[in-house]
């Protein structure tokens, strides 16, 4: 059983464009949740979505920040006009349901040049 | 948004002690979770907890979900080299299942 996949792992752009970060849950999870990690920092939630529903953003910037889980297909999380500060590590975790363990993939590191 | 303290920060020991670490919040949670994260790579699931004063091992973890519900702590026996990351405890609460995670503890151990 596959676990959650991101891609890609490395992700470099220039200040201005848009960076789209892709995550496919475990075979089975329909629950979706992106984090962000700031080096030498802990994880801070950013947005839950379950399939086609955005369920909590409230850890999400207002501005230029998207994210959407598809009937068919992966997350994506979405970063238009990207900064120097979006520079960070950006993980998927799936779960089965409501209040089960959430299971991380391996991450999106994104530089902002 | 609610806030967990965990500590220590850092721990330097020996091949064979014992570690121990925990996390605080002024906050109820009804879940209480412990991953490890490698360099470079996500966390990893170590430990779930799900009931007031429940005490869980796994292997050589053993975790403890606080009878306030506001901390658990977590012990590693007999540490070896590959026990090297950083430990984040993650609290969740309420059915929108968003976690809080903690700022880590990253542990060195020395052969």
């Known amino acids: 059983n596959a676990g959650v996949m991101q891609n890609p792992r490395h992700l470099v752009r220039r200040r201005g464009q848009e960076a789209r970060l892709r995550c496919s849950p475990m075979k089975g999870h329909s629950h979706v949740y992106w984090y962000r990690q700031l080096p030498e920092e802990g994880l801070k939630f950013m947005v839950y979505l379950q399939k086609e529903n955005i369920i909590d953003e409230s850890g999400m910037p207002k501005e230029r920040f998207s994210a959407e889980f598809p009937k068919e297909g992966p997350s994506i999380l979405r970063i238009q006009q990207v900064v120097r500060g979006d520079s960070a590590a950006y993980f998927c975790a799936s779960s089965p349901g409501t209040g089960e363990e959430q299971y991380f993939g391996p991450g999106t590191r994104l530089t902002v040049t | 948004g609610q806030q967990l303290n965990q500590s220590p920060q850092s721990m330097f020991i020996q091949e064979g002690e014992d570690v121990s670490m925990n996390c605080t919040s002024s906050s109820i949670f009804n879940t209480w979770l412990w991953y490890k994260q490698d360099p470079g790579e996500g966390p990893v699931l170590l430990i779930a907890?799900?009931?007031?004063?429940e005490l869980t091992s796994n292997g050589r973890l053993t975790a403890q979900f606080g009878i306030t519900r506001k901390d658990s702590f977590l012990n590693i026996s007999a540490s070896i080299p590959s026990d090297v990351g950083i430990y984040f405890c993650a609290g969740q609460q309420g059915s929108n299942n968003d976690m809080r995670f903690g700022a880590g503890t990253r542990l060195t151990v020395k052969p």
């Open positions: 907890l799900y009931k007031a004063g």
